[in-house]
């Protein structure tokens, strides 16, 4: 399965103050995603980022706050902007793992780490 | 998205089998089961998956209700390595996360 790096690990973030998180992955995917893992909850999904196109938000969710970029099939960012305390979370990313495609059908993931953000 | 229903909390006792259970009574045709587990401070990882026939992984097997409106995560013999969130998610393309089952596995 592929590999994910995630940066920062952790960050203590500043309120009104944007920080970028990036997503290395050792293998060429078509899709990814990124989700946020509030304190003591389950994870939402941002938005899913295709390589050359708009990434696709959830409800809840804005570009202008969490702009994505895709630039190529190994690499995304997510940014967390003018972020406030109720943004400290723990953002993933994830991309569909090429075992899982085609040989069922079914999406597959695999996660990086995820990076911890808190804000003061 | 189809919703899944799990128990909050679960508890086992090492070199024991647990069996997790999901019931997803308003699941498409189309839905696969899958199940992924969050170990504490990493990202989930992927369990098992199915979509009508059971499964078994070095990991673990997962078995399907008839009707597909549940089914069961079998541990064949926790470990405390094993203490993890356990998700029960629906889906074909994105998934959607629910609450969960916090398995604690005791010594």
């Known amino acids: 399965s592929a590999v994910i790096s995630q940066k920062p690990s952790r960050d203590i973030c500043q309120r009104g103050t944007s920080l970028t998180i990036q997503c290395q992955v050792d293998?060429?995917?078509?899709?990814m995603f990124w989700y946020r893992q509030q304190p003591g909850q389950s994870l939402t999904l941002i938005a899913t980022a295709n390589q050359g196109s708009e990434a696709t938000y959830e409800s809840g969710f804005v570009i202008d706050k969490f702009p994505i970029s895709r630039p190529n099939l190994t690499f995304s960012t997510l940014t967390v902007s003018n972020m406030s305390p109720e943004d400290s979370s723990i953002y993933l990313c994830?991309?569909?793992?090429?075992?899982?495609?085609?040989?069922?059908?079914?999406?597959?993931?695999?996660f990086g780490a995820g990076s911890r953000l808190t804000v003061l | 998205d189809a919703k899944t229903t799990q128990p909050n909390s679960m508890e086992s006792n090492e070199e024991e089998p647990v069996h997790l259970p999901c019931n997803h009574s308003?699941?498409?045709?189309?839905?696969?089961i899958h199940w992924y587990r969050q170990l504490p401070s990493q990202g989930p990882e992927y369990v098992i998956h199915g979509l009508t026939s059971n499964v078994n992984n070095r990991m673990a097997s997962l078995a399907i209700a008839e009707d597909r409106k549940s089914s069961t995560l079998i541990l064949h013999r926790a470990t405390l390595r094993d203490a993890a969130v356990y998700y029960c998610?629906?889906?074909?393309?994105?998934?959607?996360f629910g609450q969960g089952t916090i398995l604690t596995v005791h010594p």
């Open positions: 293998s060429q995917v078509t899709m």
């Open positions: 998610i629906l889906g074909y393309g994105k998934l959607t």
């Open positions: 994830s991309v569909e793992n090429h075992l899982g495609q085609g040989r069922s059908g079914a999406n597959v993931l695999t």
């Open positions: 308003t699941i498409s045709g189309t839905d696969y």
